[in-house]
């Protein structure tokens, strides 16, 4: 299967932010690691052009239920 680009960087976005979150998991945190995960997500959204995605701040003074899974 041949991935453009985009698809590739959105891969590789999305399996280091899935390993990070597996780490946090195990207990495993350092300072920056927010940080590192807000900048991903921002980079991810670029890629995938969704302005329509609601900020945090957006869902916290709005919130809206998520349907469970």
Sequence with gaps: ????????????ILVSLQSMAQLMKQGFYESDMADDLM????????????DSLNTVEDSVSNPTPKPLK
């Design 1 to 12: 299967m041949h991935l453009s680009n985009n698809q590739h960087d959105i891969s590789n």
């Design 39 to 50: 900048e991903r997500i921002l980079s991810l959204k670029k890629l995938i052009n969704v």
